[in-house]
């Protein structure tokens, strides 16, 4: 079946780069796009970004000058690379399939404190 | 960027009552392919978002009929006919039309 599921650090300190990784299974990366959103505590959803099936990649534009987003197909992989960590960057973490969001992970919580 | 508006912010109800929750547009999301890609997910508390209803009014799989989508162009509708009490949660709209993709602000449904 269809799972998506991040990982990577829970603490990041002010100015860093925040790294996670997105393993998915039960599809394929060059058939489906993965696009990250994020929700800092207790507030909406924010996309950020998107790989595409065909490698294509997107940004949200408040976040493009940090943000990149990579992948692995050999390894069902989707990478997402963020600089410059703020305290306001505190959110869970999620990726998701495709631009309907038709499958999620469960999210990774991210602190960026000292 | 396309913002997407979300009425009302809150909303409470009572089991068995149907409501509605509007997503309006700050353009149109009629895609040059005849789709229009506006999704509504629900997220209960501490769970990730559930897609509920894609492309204006396609019930995901496994989502009861109670839920339904309505609209065209820059106004839609999520309506659920006869709340039960797991319908508690936060509903969003978004869009996939234009990139950026967007969220709407949400709305939280709580049961008296």
Known sequence: ?114 | DVVLTQTPPTLSATIGQSVSISCRSSQSLLHSNGNTYLNWLLQRPGQPPQLLIYLVSRLESGVPNRFSGSGSGTDFTLKISGVEAEDLGVYYCVQSTHAPFTFGSGTKLEIK
């Not at chain 1, 991040?6 to 998915?24: A, D, H, I, K, R």
């Not at chain 1, 796009?33 to 408040?62: C, F, I």
């Not at chain 1, 309907?100 to 469960?106: A, I, K, L």
């Open chain 1, 1 to 114: 079946q269809v799972q998506l599921k991040e990982s990577g650090p829970g603490l990041v300190q002010p100015s860093q780069t925040l790294s996670l990784t997105c393993t998915v299974s039960g599809f394929s990366l060059m058939d489906y796009s993965v696009h990250w959103v994020r929700q800092p505590p207790g507030k909406g959803l924010e996309w950020m970004g998107r790989m595409k099936y065909d490698g294509d990649t997107y940004y949200n534009s408040a976040l493009k000058s940090r943000l990149s987003i990579s992948r692995d197909t050999s390894k069902s992989q989707v990478f997402l690379k963020m600089n410059s960590l703020q305290t306001e960057d505190t959110a869970i973490y999620y990726c998701t399939r495709t631009g309907s969001f038709d499958y999620w992970g469960q999210g990774v919580m991210v602190t960026v404190s000292s």
